[in-house]
């Protein structure tokens, strides 16, 4: 046990650490998205394939959610894309078009001591936010880092109209997209099911939970390795590996 000392920050720091090294061990790659790519073509339906095709075309999505873990916050982009982002703000984090909330000014806000988040010191760090990444984001609702959009067609709306709130740190990269209706479908579709590991979706390990009490809720019963339900694909994952990202890297 830690002694209680005047810096009661230290236990905070080394329980985030073990939590942060605990997380890092499970990694979401079985999704549809990563079967595909490793060689199972009927992995994504017809549909969910528009999907990807409008994902990485006429959506403009894959401009920030690249990579394997659909997200320029990650060290290898930075690593092979530098500190500065497309507009010349920080890399990976972006103005989108949100409703300014002078509560949070995103990177361009400052932290403890008033030490700035921002390194570019850039202008499009105001309201500007980091890129999440998409694995398992139709388990995820609501979306945006306000909870403004309630579901991933609100999402695709919101992106397809150029963002709701014209403002001058909006990032060059969201502007109008003018989808139809049918490629709007599928790029929710893609995203819903497409990337969503069935372990994480079913609890399965490693994404199995011990009894979880709520203080102001209902109880979550434990759940064993088996989770809540088998996950179809297992055997042939098992068969043929499922490395993270394969074939799509940064």
Request: aromatic share 10%; with cysteine.
């Amino acid at each position: 046990m830690l002694r209680s000392t005047p810096d009661r920050g230290t236990f905070t720091v080394i329980w985030g650490l073990a939590i942060q090294a605990y997380e890092q061990t499970l990694i979401p790659d079985r999704t549809p998205f990563d079967r595909f790519f490793s060689g199972h073509l009927g992995a994504l339906t017809p549909r969910q394939l528009l999907g990807l095709a409008t994902f990485v075309g006429r959506g403009n999505c894959a401009t920030c959610h690249s990579g394997p873990m659909l997200s320029d916050a990650t060290t290898s982009f930075f690593n092979a894309h530098g500190a500065l982002n497309r507009d010349g703000g920080d890399q990976g984090f972006h103005n989108i078009g949100l409703p300014d909330d002078f509560n949070d000014g995103g990177r361009g806000d400052f932290g403890p001591g008033g030490v700035p988040f921002t390194v570019s010191f850039s202008d499009f760090d105001n309201f500007a936010f980091k890129t999440p990444t998409l694995r398992n984001i139709g388990l995820t609702a609501p979306y945006f880092h306000t909870g403004a959009k309630p579901t991933l067609e609100d999402v695709v709306d919101f992106y397809d109209r150029g963002g709701d709130f014209p403002n001058p740190e909006k990032s060059a990269d969201i502007k109008p997209l003018h989808l139809s209706s049918f490629e709007k479908s599928a790029l929710v579709d893609f995203m819903r099911n497409g990337l969503t590991d069935c372990r994480v979706l079913k609890q399965r390990a490693p994404f199995d939970h011990p009894e979880l009490p709520v203080p102001n809720g209902t109880n979550l019963a434990a759940v064993g390795a088996e989770g809540i339900g088998p996950c179809q694909g297992d055997d042939d994952d098992d068969d043929h590996g499922h490395g993270h990202g394969h074939g799509h890297d940064d």
